[in-house]
Antibody
Framework: QVQLVESGGGVVQPGRSLRLSCAAS????????MHWVRHVPGKGLEWVAL????????WYADSVKGRFTISKDSPQNTLYLQMNSLRIEDTAVYYC??????????????WGQGTLVTVSS | DIVMTQSPDSLAVSLGGRATINCKSS????????????LAWYQHKPGQPPKVLIY???TRGSGVPDRFSGSGSGTDFTLTISRLQAEDVAVYYC?????????FGQGTNLEIK
């Protein structure tokens, strides 16, 4: 079955960098687009980024464009989110998610359990 | 960017009752090539990842009870939860995947009255 396990969260100062990882298993990693979505404590869900199945195309939310980079390491079945110039408002639980298995659409369907990023001085 | 606006922000319904949540998009999410609405609904409980309930505006996700139903087209959508159960307490979000940047509504907090 599909399994997505995020790691790399923690406490970081404003302006610093952090890289999140998402280890994927139970499906053919190279066949699926992958998302990062975040949940700000006490607030709502925010879509962050999407990468195509082959890793050749990327899309970002306006709030992170130019600071965050999504990437895939297909041999390692791992999704990454490189977060630079972090801001206090980036504090959130970050989820990785894959597109649905048998639906020709790109919405986040299968989700990991999330990893908490806290940006604080 | 497409802005998704949900109403109400919070809702209290009696056990066994019906909950109705509305979602309005700032532009149509109906694709002219396949006449599908690129609209999904999610349920989010504390400490858990979100779960997709509905996609294509009205198609139930795998294993989702038929008490959950979605309707609407273009810019106006509704999630209806019938025969409300205690386990339905959660925050519900609409989500458009019509065009990037994808966006979510602000969420509707559903409680038991």
């Amino acid at each position: 079955q599909v399994q997505l396990v995020e790691s790399g969260g923690g406490v970081v100062q404003p302006g610093r960098s952090l890289r999140l990882s998402c280890a994927a298993s139970g499906f053919t990693f190279t066949s699926y687009g992958m998302h990062w979505v975040r949940h700000v404590p006490g607030k709502g869900l925010e879509w962050v980024a999407l990468i195509s199945h082959d890793g050749n195309s990327e899309w970002y939310a306006d709030s992170v464009k130019g600071r965050f980079t999504i990437s895939k390491d297909s041999p390692q079945n791992t999704l990454y989110l490189q977060m630079n110039s972090l801001r206090i408002e980036d504090t959130a639980v970050y989820y990785c998610a894959k597109k649905p298995t048998s639906v020709d659409a790109m919405f986040p369907a299968d989700w990991g359990q999330g990893t908490l990023v806290t940006v604080s001085s | 960017d497409i802005v998704m606006t949900q109403s109400p922000d919070s809702l209290a319904v009696s056990l066994g009752g019906r909950a109705t949540i509305n979602c309005k998009s700032s532009q149509s999410v109906l694709h002219s090539s396949n006449y599908k609405n690129y609209l999904a609904w999610y349920q989010h409980k504390p400490g858990q990842p979100p779960k997709v309930l509905i996609y294509w505006a009205s198609t139930r996700g795998s294993g989702v009870p038929d008490r959950f139903s979605g309707s609407g087209s273009g810019t106006d959508f509704t999630l209806t939860i019938s025969r409300l159960q205690a386990e339905d307490v959660a925050v519900y979000y609409c989500h458009q995947y019509f065009t990037t940047p994808y966006t979510f509504g602000q969420g509707t907090n559903l409680e038991i009255k």
